[in-house]
């Protein structure tokens, strides 16, 4: 996270320097609209709409992992509960193990 937050910080520094070393005035058209402005700010706009919409595409791989990372967390709860029950039933028949053997018999050797 920290890291991301890093490579964004830089990615801005350097595109402030490009905006300030690129102060042409130039005319863009598009769809039969011409508008005239900096060089920097129309590519800077161009920027920003990639970065929405590179945002927009990550969204639903992102809800579809938390929904699944969700849906794990719940079944290893589910897991871990099943397994302490499995735990304390072995241990209870062990120690009915225990008190219900029979008793040693003496060997040959030990007479």
Known sequence: ???????ALVFVIVMVFFA???????SVSFF???????L???ILAGM???VLIGLLLMIPGRI?????NARNRKKIGTLEASLEEH??????????????SPPEFETAEEI
């Open 87 to 100: 735990k304390t039933k072995l241990a209870a028949m062990e120690k009915l193990a225990e008190s219900a």
């Open 64 to 68: 579809r992992s938390s929904l699944s």
């Open 40 to 42: 920097a700010v129309f």
């Open 32 to 38: 039969g609209y011409a508008v005239e402005g900096s």
């Open 1 to 7: 996270m920290i890291l991301a937050l890093i490579l």
């Open 20 to 26: 300030l070393e690129n102060p042409l005035i130039v």
């Open 48 to 50: 920003g709409v990639g």
